[in-house]
């Protein structure tokens, strides 16, 4: 059955924003906050942290205030913790900045920029259907490789910041991410509803990660026709470093398997679910 379905289905002074979009889809909407970053950095680079945080809400957050208030600080999953939780993230932030030249920075923006239009088109043209009318955020706070978020709004967060800090060159890995992310997107399009760990645990079904992970990992291979382990899977040592690479993009061929056996969904709980994954060699044992 998901077999069949998977040849059917097989992610300006002010704010820099563009409104793009091509075939099909609707038009989506890109923030590059380069521009309010230079001018964050420049008066924030020499000041106090206090101060720095305050030119950051200011310059920064007020980009899209929902989106970081929820989505970069987590507030309404840590009501009680937020604030503290946003100081320490912000000291980590001021820091991959202090370690980075102005003109690096501004050319991450540009790179990300480049490669997402060039990517989109090539995501748009193997999946037509794809309606991307998702916000993409390319902006100070994603500390982590990428993620797709469906909230209030739907947002793609590009991480720029993860890139800076990063010790060793990433050169080919950003268009793997932003496919990666841009398929969940899709995945959710198609399925009518986005990631939902909580859901998984609830009723024991497909453990998530096998299910939402291995289906973008595996639209990773067909939106670049290609369905090889150094297409799909970014460097464990930077990346994914608790996952394994197995060859020809095996992640995403298993879950397909292990998907349409409705015996183990019906007498197995989450838990077996992740043992079958250390044993299928796609997670390390704690």
């Known amino acids: 059955m998901l077999k069949n379905l998977l040849v059917l289905i097989i992610f300006s002074g002010f704010i820099t924003m563009a409104v793009y979009g091509s075939g099909n889809s609707n038009y989506m909407e890109i923030i590059n906050a380069k521009k309010e970053f230079i001018e964050f950095w420049k008066q924030a680079k020499e000041k106090s942290f206090e101060e720095r945080k305050a030119l950051f809400a200011k310059d920064i957050e007020s980009i899209d205030p929902e989106f970081y208030l929820n989505t970069i600080w987590q507030a309404e999953l840590f009501p009680n913790k937020w604030k503290s939780l946003r100081d320490e993230s912000l000291r980590g932030l001021f820091s991959i900045y202090e370690k980075n030249s102005l003109e690096s920075i501004a050319n991450a923006y540009d790179l990300y920029d480049k490669i997402f239009r060039e990517t989109i088109l090539k995501f748009e043209k193997r999946l037509p259907d794809y309606d991307n009318s998702t916000k993409i955020m390319m902006v100070p706070g994603v500390t982590w490789?990428?993620?797709?978020?469906?909230?209030?709004?739907?947002?793609?967060?590009?991480?720029?910041?993860w890139y800076l800090k990063q010790e060793t060159p990433l050169a080919g890995m950003q268009d793997l991410l932003i496919v990666h992310e841009l398929?969940?997107?899709y995945h959710a399009q198609?399925?009518?509803?986005?990631?939902?760990m909580t859901e998984y645990v609830k009723t024991g079904k497909l453990f998530w990660q096998l299910w939402d992970e291995g289906m973008a990992t595996w639209g990773v291979g067909y939106v670049?026709?290609?369905?090889?382990?150094k297409r799909?899977?970014?460097?464990?040592?930077?990346?994914y470093a608790n996952y394994k690479q197995c060859h020809d993009a095996g992640f995403a061929k298993k879950f397909i398997g292990e998907f349409d056996n409705k015996a183990v969904d019906l007498e197995n709980k989450v838990n077996v679910?992740?043992?079958?994954?250390?044993?299928?060699?796609?997670l390390k044992p704690k």
């Open 190 to 196: 198609i399925r009518g509803t986005g990631i939902d």
């Open 232 to 239: 799909v899977m970014p460097d464990s040592k930077n990346y």
């Open 273 to 282: 679910k992740k043992e079958l994954m250390e044993n299928m060699g796609v």
């Open 224 to 229: 670049f026709n290609d369905q090889t382990v």
């Open 145 to 161: 490789g990428g993620s797709y978020i469906e909230d209030k709004n739907e947002y793609l967060a590009l991480g720029i910041d």
């Open 183 to 185: 398929f969940h997107d």
